[in-house]
């Protein structure tokens, strides 16, 4: 659900600037008075043109941002990471999103084509922000692109791999349809990882920490208005605190008969 917060509307922000630059290119929109600064274009045309990349390599570099959040978010308390090693390949990754994508990959066997076309996006937006940057694709990615040419026609609204990379070899701004299909990517890998996490997911050791954090701060405050309530209300309770960390219980659900049954000592030495 965050990483949906952070990216899921970028497709109608990007369509709304790029509606009113043509609404600017075709001098529909002109500068109103709220706006207190000069705008004379001398060259309107370029100047749409040079609007619409800005729009584009922004939306570029906030894919790739909500992709490295949603990789922190993933080993931060309650925790979806509960395997030591593929923690700490990820604290070894640093701050490269490019290799903490693919401790992701390579830890839960990924093979999704969405992972492809992440790889070609990331160094694609290495290069539109950063200015030097001229870093090229391996041989290997471009023919897993290339292989998988049908599946991006089929699920990406045509989207045809080999002019993106003939795109991409230019250094060139991605195009409309590029830019949406990435988007679209990137949230269907998010699925992808999210899916595979939560099959690996001990839930007894999730459902504790999720509880455990939640209570972690004012501890006894917390703990006393959730465990001196009547049997009903303590169970309402603690399916509303699991519905904010995105779990949704019923009464009947083992987790909430279990925590709800619980003395406040008992509680207490719990999640202590």
Known sequence: MKFKDLIGQNNHYLITILIGLDGVKNKLVTKSDEFHTTWKPKDLDSTVNRSRHFAIKATMAW???????????????????????????????DKSVYKK???????????????????????????LVHF????????ELKNNLIQNKQYFIDNYQGLDISLTLENFDKNE??????????IRAAIKLVENIDRELLQKLDNERFYKEVLSEYL?????????????????????TLINIYRQYGIIFDPSDSEIIKYSNMTYSDAKQYFT
């Not at 790739?64 to 990754?93: H, M, W």
């Not at 991605?174 to 990435?182: A, G």
């Not at 972690?216 to 309402?236: A, P, T, V």
């Open 132 to 139: 030097l940057a001229r870093t090229p694709i391996n041989d």
């Open 216 to 236: 972690s701060d004012n501890f006894l405050h917390k703990l006393d208005k959730i465990w001196s309530e009547d049997q009903n209300s303590r169970e309402r």
């Open 63 to 93: 894919i790739v941002d909500g992709i490295d959040t949603y990789f922190s978010l993933c080993n931060r308390k309650p925790n979806l990471l509960q395997d030591e090693d593929f923690i700490s390949q990820l604290s070894s990754a």
């Open 173 to 182: 701004v991605p195009k409309f349809k590029e830019i949406t299909s990435f």
């Open 101 to 127: 994508l693919y401790v992701f990959i390579n830890n839960l066997k990924l093979t999704c084509p969405e992972v492809f076309l992440i790889d070609l996006v990331i160094t694609w937006r290495n290069r």
